[in-house]
């Protein structure tokens, strides 16, 4: 039996559910990363979208895996540009973000980790970090990275390979 996560809003209007192992969970700090959470936070009522170091964390899932369970109607896509392949999802209802998602052929969807209830998977990474602020000292609890590490794109291309093979 496949386990499953469920992603919820602050007000509970919106559900989603994510079946099976995530492929990764992460913290990025890169400057789309911050202004998405920027615009996030300046939404009515929104709550914080960074954690205080000032990443945006995630659970990364394969986009097969992820469901709208509930509340679909309230979900709605923010960009940074209007020409960027990526959408932030905000729980109209309660401004929470709940994940991000692509206009272009990526298989994966990033659920943002403080939505999520449960048994949520440990932190296995930070992400560009060069991109944090200066006076910030990012914990040593994971391995931390400049950019987007090979690790990160070997995760992302196993989770590709096994939607291929219907795994």
Not at 11 to 27: K, M, P, R
Not at 97 to 114: C, E, S
Request: aromatic share 8%; charged share 25%; with cysteine.
């Amino acid at each position: 039996m496949q386990h499953s996560m469920t992603a919820r809003c602050v007000c509970g209007s919106v559900e989603l559910q994510a079946v099976g192992d995530a492929i990764t969970s992460v913290v990025c700090y890169c400057d789309d990363c911050h202004e998405g959470a920027r615009q996030i936070k300046a939404l009515p009522n929104a709550g914080p979208v960074r954690d205080p170091d000032g990443g945006s964390a995630f659970v990364i899932y394969r986009k097969d895996r992820v469901t709208c369970s509930k509340g679909a109607r309230l979900l709605r896509a923010y960009k940074i540009k209007d020409q960027s392949a990526t959408n932030r999802l905000v729980a109209t209802c309660c401004n929470s973000a709940m994940l991000l998602n692509f206009d272009d052929r990526r298989h994966w969807v990033d659920l943002y980790r403080a939505r999520l209830q449960g048994n949520i998977p440990p932190l296995q990474m930070r992400i560009a970090t060069k991109f944090k602020a200066e006076k910030v000292e990012i914990p040593s609890d994971v391995p931390s990275y400049a950019a987007f590490p090979l690790r990160l794109f070997r995760m992302l291309i196993a989770a590709r390979f096994a939607m291929l093979l219907r795994r």
